[in-house]
Nanobody
Framework: QVQLVESGGGLVQAGGSLRLSCAAS????????MGWFRQAPGKEREFVAE????????YYADSVKGRFTISRDSAKNTVYLQMNSLQPEDTGVYYC???????????WGRGTHVTVSS
């Protein structure tokens, strides 16, 4: 049973940086494709970044490409999101999730809040 816990959010000024972490308990998620999502106030949850379980290929939403970097440390059962050049539109609750080799999707964590002031 895998449980996800996001952390690392906070308040930062525009142009600043934050590194988010998503730690998984239970089964290692080395075999899972992991992704980051975010939800701004009053908006639907949207895709931010993904790292594939096979090959480790990464994909990003156009809005964050070149500014955010997703990575993983399988030994620590943790996936990271390095966020640079943050802008007010990056404000929201950030969540991680994963999809396993059998197509199963993990339960959502509680998320971590990111607020970027102008």
């Amino acid at each position: 049973q895998v449980q996800l816990v996001e952390s690392g959010g906070g308040l930062v000024q525009a142009g600043g940086s934050l590194r988010l972490s998503c730690a998984a308990s239970g089964r290692t998620f080395s075999s899972y494709t992991m992704g980051w999502f975010r939800q701004a106030p009053g908006k639907e949850r949207e895709f931010v970044a993904e790292i594939r379980r096979i090959g480790g290929r990464t994909y990003y939403a156009d809005s964050v490409k070149g500014r955010f970097t997703i990575s993983r440390d399988s030994a620590k059962n943790t996936v990271y999101l390095q966020m640079n050049s943050l802008q007010p539109e990056d404000t929201g609750v950030y969540y991680c999730n994963g999809r396993g080799p059998t197509g199963n999707v993990l339960a959502w964590g509680r998320g971590t809040h990111v607020t970027v002031s102008s």
